[in-house]
Each structure stands twice: as C-alpha cells, then as structure tokens.
Nanobody
Framework: VQLVESGGGLVQAGGSLRLSCAAS????????IGWVRQFVGAEREGASC????????YYSDSAKGRFTISSDAAKNTVHLQMNDLKPEDTAVYYC?????????????????WGKGTLVTVSS
C-alpha cells in the first residue's frame, strides 16, 4: 500500500488549505481513507475519513463544520478541504487507509500510513 500526501504548508489563521492523498496498492472502493493528525505534543487524532464502500464520512469534533473530505475513485485520490484554519490545527497530517473502515481511523487502529505532510497555521 502506498499513500502519498500533498498540499501541506504554512497558512495564516482563517485561511484554507487542501490536502490530497494518492492511493495505490489497495482496492480503493473497499477501504476507508482519511487523515490522522499528530500535534506538536505527539498526541494523535483521527480528524476525518470517508468510506469508499458507502460514501459515509467521519469528522472529529474539532474538524466538524470546517473540514470537508471527498473521494475521486477515478483517480484513487482523496482530498481534505480545510477552511477557517486555527493555530491549534498545526500538525503533521497523515493519510491513512483501513479495510476496517472509518471506525479504525476514528479509533486509530489497523491502518496503513503515508509519510505525512506538515500543516502550520500562524496566528
């Protein structure tokens, strides 16, 4: 399984970023794909996920209302649109995939991981 992230960077508070994850080596329509973020203090959070089986989505409480996840099956790519970014969103964002679906992303188990992309939000 290979998950390649792109789109991280530095943005001011209130700004937007769009992360992308290109997936290969898996059955795209049979997995949940999402984003786990690791904060500076090393705490991890399953921020968002989309199930390619049924299209259902998951967002953490902190992401809800500001982040939108979408899936492009034709390109085996998942996007995370992040709006109204806050300094507390600063983290390394890892693309993850799991045959166990989005519950695995929420509870942080049974996932394949990308290498991560850094998102820094300045105040």
């Amino acid at each position: 399984v290979q998950l390649v992230e792109s789109g991280g960077g530095l943005v001011q508070a209130g700004g937007s970023l769009r992360l992308s994850c290109a997936a290969s080596g898996l059955t795209f329509n049979d997995v949940g794909i999402g984003w786990v973020r690791q904060f500076v203090g090393a705490e991890r959070e399953g921020a968002s996920c989309i199930s390619n089986r049924d299209g259902s989505t998951y967002y953490s409480d902190s992401a809800k209302g500001r982040f939108t996840i979408s899936s492009d099956a034709a390109k085996n790519t998942v996007h995370l649109q992040m709006n109204d970014l806050k300094p507390e969103d600063t983290a390394v964002y890892y693309c993850v995939a799991s045959v166990y679906g989005c519950s695995a992303v929420r509870d942080l188990y049974g996932m394949d991981w990308g290498k991560g992309t850094l998102v820094t939000v300045s105040s």
